[in-house]
């Protein structure tokens, strides 16, 4: 009976990221419009990126990843809300030095 409990919670985790990746890709649309953001380390033109329902700017050449206010926390909230938990804790690791 709990194998399907948790086939229904990882369903309704999947769905949810899957909505949280088209609103992030509306977005990026929207932020298509505007002019492209440049690597602050290469100088040239980043690309954006869907992360966990975030749209994140990074460089193609350098591999830099920028995120705008905000999009930390909701990265952190929606991979502690989920079964990301242990990518959540590798990426904080590696913010933090560790």
Do not use: Y
């Not at 002019?35 to 980043?46: A, N, Q, V, Y």
């Not at 920028?66 to 502690?80: P, S």
């Amino acid at each position: 009976m709990s194998d399907s409990w948790n086939d229904m919670r990882r369903a309704k985790e999947e769905e949810f990221f899957d909505r949280q990746n088209r609103e992030a890709l509306e977005r990026l649309k929207a932020r298509g419009a505007e002019h492209k953001r440049l690597s602050p380390i290469t100088g040239e033109p980043m690309e954006q990126v869907t992360l966990m329902g975030v749209a994140v700017d990074r460089c193609p050449k350098s591999g830099g990843i920028w995120l705008d206010a905000g999009e930390l926390e909701i990265l952190i909230k929606n991979a502690t809300e989920s079964k990301h938990q242990g990518w959540a804790e590798s990426f904080l690791g590696r913010l933090m030095g560790k």
